[in-house]
């Protein structure tokens, strides 16, 4: 396929090149995809010319940068963790241009000075000393008289044309077939379709060509013209790899006939689904009594549904940099007032960018409003009265106001209004350009409205952000726990367990009950959050939401997992799993699985949404100080191991998409969590103790994706008792593994599954950039730093890894702060 630049063809050492791409893919939409560098930021210092700012920047805007063996090695500037345009997302350019003669003088692209000699401008002088050689002008950005200076400061970033057009690595793409094709139809004359001239005579007729109707015209000129910023050539490769990348992807997943369908619900998952993991909910309430602060988090969590969203409640402001909201779905302000200027700087830059904002508070803050003006947050003030429900538009301290329609009369007519009572006054505002929104309420903080009233609030405000409300329905009461004993170890741990008729430990209590006709015919204390009942059953019995068949069935272990203490609803298994009987056997053999856990929790106090349909379990067990296991990052790397390789390695489950995030999260390829793993530990003597968590979404359809949505649909779904089964098998196998001293097994299953082969992350405590490598012998992440190459070993205790934006940092701790 010839290609032409500038109308002349190509030298003859450059051999024509040739691909086998129907010219109706290789064409301008493709190329919109391709990288290449311009100036997206421009910073004005001084400009004394008769041109004005936005003149000179739009001028600049348009200078094409050269781009060749630098763009690819750029960061995207969303994904740079820097957040103001370092050397591996970005490129800055200056321009100091003053006139000292009488005569004028011009600032052209010869003046914009660049800090890496490979990205400069594609014109001019500079393109005359590149390999470019191309005869062309210095574009002028303004004429400058005598006197007159022009100070700039650029930024250049990547980007594709798709994104915007100054990133269009070409000025026009076109194609024509070769005349000289097959069929040769161009060659034919008609002189009656010629105008009527004495020059279209014709002295002789013109051979007619032999015709092959059956044959294909495939030779065609294809021409590209670049605009300066990348030479032809590389942009139409470019533009092949662009498509040999998506005809891959599209390839993978057309292998079966599954996959077909999961590609469409894949990609429209990751586009519509802005969480890969259960949004948080934050309430941030500080300068209250205790009695307010126990009605703020009784009437939240009244709204609240616990099966969609992780809340956490902070009596302190919490706001020291926008790290905080990540994942964040809202965020409930209590008491705005004791707010510095430095919050309201990151929640309005949090709503402008799509956050939902609440703010409750006594009166109305001119403080708020002033920020939120000022960010363009604020299009209109709404009221209403809290006993007729007549929307109304208030007049505020600042002379905002607007019209308002207002059709929702309900939510507040149950309101009893009291003398002496300030009345509740609402205020919703609204973003105008983003997708963020914010709601103020004004209301009485005294005790006995307040419940009442902040709910209302609340409700009223995620109904106006699309949120999800829970219903009274939605909140399950705590139930006691159901212990079944495998057959074969049944009468000597039924004993066992009796031995133990009342345990209190670790601020918890059990009490364990022979039967369930016992426990109905006693007088024993409820189920709470500090207590459990538990009731031994029969050998081979069954309870609602627990199928005991299938898990022992599935349950392939020598000792773990032959003991189940089953409950329906519960704080969360991990506070049982601290207060079992101090006993080896029942240890090593009892593993806590819930129906729904109201209280689940993961690694630093983080909340893990358990709906129904998640398996969520505990166990623990002991081990000698100085063995192979003791060490607790390899523990839970075992455990995150056995629940990806135990489903993957069951036949005809291989390729379901469950991969491993460093160092506790089940992820799918495409960035959706669907578990989490967490370890506790501590020792006495010369013993270690270990309890662990699971988590993983099986069959739920919230907060994200699920177990079952991956399955190949000619394969059966999975249940929770076989789940649990798989995992407990498969870790006790791995287990025996650890403590042979066999690391290279493990890490090469690991690595087998983890996302981050060579990924190139950032390490933030210690600025700086580096590339994943595996894990040591401790089981920490051994990272290299580039371009020293110098390895450092990055503790799993404390730290998260940022899957999107390759940056490994300290995780947030969530100190809970919930007095109810």
């Not at 065609?220 to 891959?248: A, D, H, Y």
């Amino acid at each position: 396929m010839p290609l032409e630049t500038d109308g002349k063809e190509w030298a003859e050492k450059d051999k024509p090149i040739t691909f086998g791409v129907e010219i109706l893919y290789l064409n301008d939409d493709i190329f919109r995809f391709v990288l290449k560098n311009s100036i997206d930021t421009v910073t004005i210092h001084s400009n004394t010319s008769v041109f004005c700012d936005e003149f000179i920047a739009h001028r600049i805007g348009l200078i094409p940068l050269t781009s060749d063996n630098v763009v690819e090695r750029l960061r995207y500037s969303r994904d740079c963790p820097c957040m103001g345009g370092c050397n591996e997302c970005a490129i800055h350019l200056n321009i100091d241009k003053k006139c000292f003669t009488h005569n004028g003088d011009f600032a052209t692209s010869a003046d914009l000075k660049s800090q890496d000699s490979r990205v400069v401008p594609a014109c001019g002088v500079y393109a005359k000393t590149s390999e470019y050689g191309a005869d062309s002008d210095d574009i002028v950005i303004a004429k400058l008289r005598d006197g007159q200076e022009l100070i700039v400061t650029c930024v250049a970033r990547k980007g594709i044309g798709k994104e915007h057009a100054k990133w269009n690595p070409t000025a026009g793409v076109g194609f024509e077939y070769d005349p000289d094709n097959a069929h040769r139809h161009t060659t034919y004359p008609i002189p009656r379709e010629w105008p009527k001239s004495e020059y279209t005579e014709l002295d002789d007729e013109l051979d007619q060509a032999p015709v092959n109707l059956l044959e294909e015209p495939k030779k065609f000129w294809f021409t590209v013209e670049s605009c300066g910023s990348l030479k032809p050539e590389n942009i139409v490769l470019m533009g092949l790899n662009v498509l040999r990348r998506k005809l891959t992807d599209l390839h993978s997943h057309m292998l079966n006939e599954d996959s077909k369908i999961n590609l469409f619900y894949l990609s429209a998952r990751k586009i519509m689904n802005t969480f890969a993991k259960a949004p948080n909910i934050l309430l941030i309430s500080s300068g209250v009594s205790d009695e307010v602060l126990q009605c703020i988090s009784v009437a939240t969590k009244a709204v609240i549904p616990t099966d969609v969203y992780a809340f956490y409640h902070f009596v302190d402001p919490v706001l020291k940099d926008s790290s905080i909201f990540e994942n964040t779905k809202c965020v409930i302000v209590c008491n705005s007032g004791l707010l510095i200027a430095s919050h309201w700087r990151l929640l309005c830059s949090y709503v402008n960018k799509g956050g939902f904002l609440i703010t409750v508070d006594t009166e109305y803050s001119e403080v708020m409003h002033s920020f939120l003006l000022g960010s363009g947050i604020v299009t209109g003030p709404l009221c209403m009265h809290p006993v007729s429900g007549v929307a109304y538009v208030k007049n505020d301290p600042l002379g905002l106001t607007g019209e308002v329609t207002y059709t929702e009369t309900s939510f507040m007519l149950d309101h009893i209004k009291q003398p002496n009572c300030p009345p509740a006054a609402f205020f919703r505002f609204s973003v105008s350009y983003s997708a963020g929104k914010a709601f103020f309420v004004s209301i009485n903080f005294e005790e006995r409205y307040l419940i009442r009233n902040f709910s209302q609030a609340l409700k009223y405000a995620f109904a106006c952000f699309n949120m999800q409300i829970k219903s009274s329905a939605d909140i399950p009461k705590l139930t006691e726990g159901f212990l079944f004993i495998s057959e074969n170890i049944y009468e000597k741990l039924s004993q066992r367990f009796l031995a133990f008729s009342e345990v209190n430990k670790n601020l918890f209590s059990l009490t364990i009950v022979k039967s369930a006709t016992e426990y109905n015919s006693g007088n024993f204390k409820p189920a709470s959050e500090k207590h459990l009942p538990i009731i031994i059953q029969p050998v081979k019995s069954t309870v609602d939401g627990f199928n005991t068949d299938l898990y022992f069935n599935e349950l392939k272990t020598k000792n773990m997992g032959k003991v189940v203490l089953f409950v329906p609803v519960v704080t969360s298994t991990m506070d049982i799993i601290s207060a079992m009987p101090t006993d080896p056997d029942i240890e090593m053999s009892t593993v806590i699985i819930a129906g729904v856990q109201l209280k689940g929790r993961g690694r630093n106090n983080h909340v893990w949404v358990s709906p129904a349909g998640c398996a969520m379990f505990s166990f623990g067990f002991k081990k000698p100080f100085f063995s192979a296991s003791h060490k607790v990052p390899w523990l839970q790397h075992l455990l995150v191991l056995a629940v990806v390789d135990g489903i993957r390695s069951r036949p005809g489950y291989e390729n379901t998409d469950l991969r491993i995030k460093w160092p506790n999260d089940v992820y799918t390829s495409d960035g959706a969590k669907l578990g989490g793993i967490i370890v506790n530990s501590f020792s006495i003597h010369s013993q270690m103790t270990f309890h662990l968590g699971c988590g993983l979404n099986v069959s739920n359809q919230h907060p994200t994706v699920s177990l079952n949505e991956l399955i190949q649909s000619n394969m059966p779904r999975l249940s929770i008792e076989q789940v649990i089964a798989i995992v407990m098998t498969r870790f006790e196998q791995l287990l025996f593994v650890l403590e042979q001293g066999n690391m290279q097994e493990i890490c090469h299953l690991y690595h087998k599954y983890w996302l981050h082969e060579n990924q190139k992350v950032y390490l933030k405590d210690m600025n700086t950039h580096g590339k994943v490598m595996r894990l040591d012998e401790d089981g920490y992440l051994l990272v290299e730093c580039l371009p020293t190459g110098r390895l450092v070993s990055v503790e799993c205790e404390g730290n998260t890894f940022d899957l999107t934006k390759g940056v490994i940092c300290r995780k947030m701790e969530y100190e809970n702060s919930d007095k109810s």
